[in-house]
């Protein structure tokens, strides 16, 4: 490499890190906000704002069986701040440190899934459930008012 080569490099390098420190300190901005705040996997509507809350009422027929939309727990947890930071009401002895019953985040991507495949957590088992996008869509938005 002759002299100017080099140095070109250099700068090319020098540019490339400050690019790159920029968008770093862009993500840092976006994620520090104000403590109320929704960790920005519960804050991802993307699923929800495709869907009817009036609709997904009607869909939750088959889960009362094992959940109320309260702070009261069945066979499962009471759904009640499914989507809020601290989560739904679990059982006493029971944690998921804000996660679900398979350890992943509470996005709404990753409840779809569990509804679709349910599973067995701590508490018990949760049969799956086949449904449509847009019967998933209408139940998260429904799903979504449980305060
Ligand atoms: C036969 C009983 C049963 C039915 C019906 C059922 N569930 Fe569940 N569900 C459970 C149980 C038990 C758990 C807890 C699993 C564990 O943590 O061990 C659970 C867990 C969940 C969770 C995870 C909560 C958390 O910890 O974050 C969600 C969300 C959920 N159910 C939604 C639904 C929805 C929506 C429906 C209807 C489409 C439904 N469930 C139907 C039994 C049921």
């Known amino acids: 490499?002759?002299?100017?080569?080099?140095?070109?490099?250099?700068?090319?390098?020098?540019?490339?890190?400050?690019?790159?420190?920029?968008?770093?300190?862009?993500?840092?901005?976006a994620s520090s906000g104000p403590a109320t705040e929704l960790p920005a996997a519960l804050a991802d509507t993307s699923i929800s704002a495709q869907g009817d809350a009036t609709r997904g009422k009607d869909l939750f027929g088959p889960c009362a069986a094992c959940h109320t939309t309260n702070r009261e727990v069945l066979v499962g947890p009471g759904l009640a701040g499914l989507f809020s930071a601290k989560g739904p009401v679990l059982p006493k002895g029971v944690d998921y440190n804000g996660l679900l019953p398979n350890g992943k985040e509470r996005s709404e991507a990753n409840v779809a899934e569990w509804i679709r495949t349910g599973g067995?957590?701590?508490?018990?088992?949760?049969?799956?459930?086949?449904?449509?996008?847009?019967?998933m869509a209408d139940l998260m938005a429904y799903l979504r008012t449980l305060k």
């Open 120 to 135: 067995t957590g701590r508490i018990g088992y949760m049969p799956p459930h086949n449904l449509t996008d847009q019967e």
């Open 1 to 29: 490499m002759t002299h100017w080569t080099a140095k070109i490099f250099g700068l090319l390098l020098i540019v490339f890190i400050a690019l790159l420190s920029a968008c770093g300190s862009n993500r840092n901005n």
